[in-house]
């Protein structure tokens, strides 16, 4: 791998260059006024401004089940200085993505630079980084304005994930109040964000802050082991926060739409999530045939069809071949997998919600990072290790892949144009019988 992505100056310019070679045409994007924008974005919030009533309405209502506001402030603050003006949107949207693969680049160096020797740390980081920057799963979550919410909470998330590890680094309860501000911020963004208290347990594991090793040892100036009671008692507001956050949400959630989406018995919500997992999976290793939406088999209150039971069966072997890592404590897959489930836990269907896809490219924005995180820990040295070897050609089929994630998210970007560059590739799929079952929801 080439010294200079190991320098700290160069690193950050890189990434937003890849960024922005890959996300620029969004700019030139138009709204999705039939679909979400025209409610989400261009709705009365919006128009009414900084007004004191208005104000109050954004932080007390929820809108169409929806409860974002931070985002909707932003909004309100893109429609006073420009109006209805989509580049302005999108560009909000672009700088969010710029300034969250640095942060992912901050995030895993701080996280694992006690783990390996500097170069190899920021190696790592600079890979895991590039690939979140780049990937076409990311694509929904800048492209699409609605889906600002994604990259805005994950903003929060990382500086608060951030101010945790410092926090445990100088034991500072300055970082720690910090932390707990970011995290409401965060859930001011997207609802999505009440799972964030399940990735500091993971923090304090990988950092060897538990009873409970991980791993090899941290190098010996870095962090003191705390007792179960302590950690418990030090998470209890956070996970408070998340509950109260989260039954508050549920159950300000339009009745009409739980009923109709959420119809699905438990059973099969168990096979739609083994079907989620395999399908984010696949397509974070290799994505093709990205959609922007991705329709339930069936209708509630229908049979599952049989094909779909395939993917309990490959759940299994994978949670099999998962415990057998465990055993070998081979601890950056358990955390970059925990990561991830974490941060989906409530996209994969075993909670009942108001949702009408059975994926969403959007959900994966920042649980991606922990899979990315795999990728880059083990890739990395592999690749260190062959360019010492001379075998420097292996860099070649690296390269290509890496320009297919930015070629395919680069060229994705103009599917969401507008409304009908939108549906243009989904009109295939109109005719078949899974369509005919959705075709009231399209």
Not at 106 to 128: M, Y
Request: aromatic share 18%.
């Amino acid at each position: 791998m080439p010294k200079k992505l190991s320098l700290d100056g160069l690193s950050y310019p890189l990434i937003c260059l890849a960024c922005l070679l890959v996300f620029a045409p969004v700019v030139f994007l138009d709204f999705q006024r039939g679909w979400d924008d025209g409610w989400m974005v261009m709705n009365h919030y919006t128009v009414m401004g900084f007004t004191w009533d208005n104000l109050r309405a954004v932080f007390t209502e929820f809108y169409s089940a929806q409860y974002s506001p931070v985002n909707e402030i932003i909004y309100m603050a893109i429609y006073a200085a420009f109006g209805y003006n989509p580049a302005v949107y999108h560009l909000y949207l672009l700088v969010f993505h710029v300034v969250n693969a640095c942060l992912v680049l901050l995030f895993i160096q701080r996280f694992i630079e006690n783990r390996i020797d500097k170069l190899t740390a920021r190696r790592v980081a600079f890979v895991t980084a590039l690939l979140f920057a780049i990937h076409p799963l990311q694509v929904e979550s800048i492209a699409w304005i609605a889906a600002s919410k994604i990259p805005l909470y994950t903003f929060f998330a990382l500086l608060f994930l951030l101010s945790y590890i410092r926090y445990i680094h100088t034991e500072k309860t300055g970082f720690y109040f910090v932390a707990f501000l970011l995290f409401a911020c965060s859930f001011g963004s997207k609802e999505q964000s009440v799972v964030l208290p399940l990735l500091l347990p993971l923090i304090d594991w990988a950092l060897n802050r538990t009873p409970l090793a991980c791993g090899e040892k941290t190098s010996e100036n870095s962090i003191k082991k705390k007792s179960w009671g302590y950690l418990l008692l030090e998470k209890a507001p956070f996970f408070l926060f998340a509950l109260f956050a989260g039954l508050y949400t549920y159950a300000n959630q339009s009745a009409s739409v739980i009923d109709r989406w959420a119809g699905y018995p438990f059973d099969q919500r168990l096979v739609f999530c083994c079907y989620s997992l395999a399908g984010y999976f696949g397509k974070l290793v290799f994505p093709v045939n990205l959609l922007y939406l991705y329709p339930f088999p069936m209708a509630p209150g229908k049979e599952l069809p049989a094909g779909f039971f395939v993917y309990p069966v490959i759940t299994i072997v994978a949670a099999i071949v998962l415990i057998k890592i465990i055993r070998r404590k081979d601890w950056p897959v358990i955390f970059g997998i925990l990561f991830f489930l974490a941060n989906m836990v409530l996209m994969l269907h075993l909670v009942a919600m108001s949702r009408f896809s059975i994926m969403a490219d959007r959900y994966v924005y920042l649980p991606s990072v922990g899979i990315f995180f795999i990728a880059a820990w083990y890739a990395v040295p592999w690749l260190q290790k062959m360019a010492a070897n001379g075998k420097k050609w292996i860099f070649i089929p690296v390269a290509i892949y890496l320009l297919y994630l930015g070629s395919y998210a680069h060229f994705r970007n103009y599917v969401w144009k507008n409304n009908e560059t939108l549906k243009k590739e989904f009109k295939e799929l109109i005719d078949t019988d899974l369509m005919k079952q959705n075709r009231h929801d399209l």
